[in-house]
């Protein structure tokens, strides 16, 4: 039997719409392409020969909560256990010089890995991974989707939870043979996200530094340095996780992990002095965080009952980030059951034009 709704990825806005439409009793089916769910909240598992496990969040390094339900879910996640608050102030790296911040709002992190918000948010979820989406069709009362290994799923509703340039492709196809999809898959199409190299390493020992992150300005390679570990419960292995610039990474964005890993390890050498990964890897994300979203906390077609939510629109007036990703999929959840646009949302909702926010 078909579901009432098709969710096409399983990041944090998806399983965030999925939740609420689960528990509104409809039937849902999310697919995701990757192996778990999450998304861009990611959480690298990496086993050491002497059987130790260290866990790197390669995607988002933590998240913030601001508005009402996300610090009502970080509550229940602190009070659950599966959540805590890693820190109130991230130090800044300047020309070689270390500063810490007052402490100001609290940075979240499950000490399990940033991916633990995602399985959090998939409990009692139909989810199917190992699904990448290639085509959509429409079809009598409602739409069907194609995945690479030939399977099809059909529903009514259709939400993709995809970064605009990958939502783009998909509804070109359809374009010509669908009246009154043209203007929304235009505004989807406009949005933009920056990429990122990522590298993490376990360590022999921690490097020696009283601070949990940097965020560096003006160093050329790198944006961003982690010791994971302080993330993680005691014992965990000491661990470094680094985020290039967009810049650099746009000008190595071609190249392959192998080359890019050493690279980024020597630009840390710089800032910390020496130090030995007993295993490192590296990670390209194509679309990161974007630089240009669509106005609006999501997309809805109350006609066609098709629409898309996710950090690449603007839900707050703050940066796009996990926080945007989840009001996002629990605005698109009112609009897919039918109880219309928050007065709140619709009275915010600011410019195309994002702001810039370093201290998320
Ligand atoms: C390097 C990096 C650092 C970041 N740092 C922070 C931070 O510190 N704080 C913060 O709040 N945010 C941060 N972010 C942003 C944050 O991760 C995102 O805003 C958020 O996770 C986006 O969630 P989403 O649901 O909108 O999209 P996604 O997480 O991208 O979800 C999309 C899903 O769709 C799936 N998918 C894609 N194509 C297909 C297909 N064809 N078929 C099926 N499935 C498909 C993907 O596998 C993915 O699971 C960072 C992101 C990155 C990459």
Redesign the pocket.
Known sequence: MSPDLLI????????ALAGDAVRAGMDVQV????RG??????TRRVALDDGREARLD???????ARQERTRALAEEGVQGGWLRVWTRSVSEWRDGTVTTPPPEHPRYVPPAGMSALGRHLARGLSVTTG????SLERRAGGWRVH?RDGASWEAPRLVL???GP?VAP?LDDLVGDVPGLAEAAREVGRVRYDP?W?TGAVLERDVEAGWLALRLFGHPVLE?IAREHTKREPGHPPALML?ATPDWTRAHLERRPEEVRPELLEAARDVLGDFTPLHAFAHR?R???PTERAPGPAHWDPALRIGW????HTPDPHG??????LL??WALARRVLGQGEDERERASLPPRTPEQEPN?
């Open positions: 096409v990825g399983a990041g944090l806005a998806g399983l697919l995701d392409k990757s769910v999450s998304g861009r909240a990611s390669h995607g988002a390094r933590f998240f913030t699904a990448e989406v290639t995945t939870n995809l970064p990958q998909l990122y990522a961003w985020h994300w679309h990161a965080t939510c996710g950090d690449g796009p980030r996990v926080e945007a990703a996002s999929g998320l």
